[in-house]
């Protein structure tokens, strides 16, 4: 009875897993599908170069690659590639300040290795990626760069720039600091052409297409942050670590909810809502977001 009680569980525990793959491939297969349908959008570049290459984590001991999105759970992802390849030096990822799991020296980036290097990397290591809806992503960070009166760095950088391009008759205090964009006003930043010409987007707003060049390099496993535990530690089993590590789990109770960002969006014309859906449409159509009900596209 025992052994039947055994084998029933290891059978319901493959089918997870079955099913958990057939989950990813067809994931995997809308990526494929979306970069082939929109081949002149998400192609513009033919070769990358290592430059492309920075948000791709390498962990050499378990032949694991992992390209960071911010504001999808980096942090706690980051924290447990430290932990991985750190050989023993960490053990509880969520003993690792966050600022710590930010220092560029502390992991090993893709673009740090030669060519041939790069190459054999992303032909034999399990790729992986996290994304998140975009306009929930683009909210989650206007709150914590804009909003948040500590990212100094942020108004002084960005705050300042679209204040004076974005804000009639500014008050000089507001184009000295840059500490209270209105959303509008970075929206309308995002979908100026002008801010497009002049340099890329901040890695906090640009497209996860832009960041983690999907049509190019095949990733093994997408996950999303609405299904991040499940899909963490379904990563973390494939690379043969589960029994010792287990992705952080805590809800943050500061966290951009779908709520928040239908609030955020109702100030937005339909023309600057129409813009900036355009460009965040291939992450949109790539990772199979709908269109949010709250716009009102043109």
Excluded at 11 to 24: F, R
Excluded at 159 to 165: C, N, Q
Excluded at 218 to 228: A, F, M, P, R, V
Excluded at 247 to 269: G, L
């Amino acid at each position: 009875m025992l052994d039947c009680v055994v084998f029933l569980c290891v059978t319901l525990g493959l089918m997870e897993l079955s099913n958990t793959a057939i989950l990813h491939q067809i994931r995997r297969d809308q990526v494929t599908d979306t970069c082939r349908a929109n081949s002149v959008l998400s192609r513009k570049r033919r070769v990358l170069t290592p430059n492309d290459l920075k948000h791709l984590v390498v962990d050499e001991d378990h032949e694991m690659i992992y390209c960071y999105v911010p504001k999808v759970a980096c942090t706690n992802w980051k924290r447990v590639m430290m932990v991985l390849t750190g050989r023993g030096k960490y053990s509880d990822p969520m003993e690792i300040p966050a600022n710590e799991a930010h220092v560029s020296s502390n992991l090993k980036t893709l673009n740090q290795y030669s060519i041939p290097e790069i190459n054999h990397r992303l032909k034999n290591y399990m790729k992986f990626l996290f994304v998140r809806e975009p306009f929930e992503r683009l909210v989650s960070a206007y709150r914590n760069k804009f909003t948040q009166k500590y990212n100094t760095s942020f108004h002084k950088r960005y705050g300042t720039k679209i204040v004076r391009r974005q804000r009639k008759n500014a008050t000089q205090e507001a184009l000295r600091k840059g500490d209270d964009v209105k959303f509008e006003e970075f929206v309308a930043y995002l979908i100026d052409p002008h801010t497009q010409r002049e340099e890329p987007f901040n890695e906090h707003w640009q497209t996860v297409y832009s960041l983690c060049h999907p049509c190019h390099i095949h990733y093994d496993l997408i996950g999303k942050y609405e299904t991040l535990e499940e899909d963490s530690n379904y990563i973390l089993q494939l690379a043969g670590v589960s029994n010792y590590l287990k992705f952080p789990t805590y809800a943050k109770s500061t966290r951009t909810t779908d709520e928040m960002t239908t609030e955020f969006f109702q100030n937005i014309s339909s023309e600057h809502q129409t813009q900036l859906y355009e460009v965040y449409k291939l992450d949109f159509l790539m990772f199979n977001y709908s269109v949010p009900s709250y716009l009102k596209l043109e």
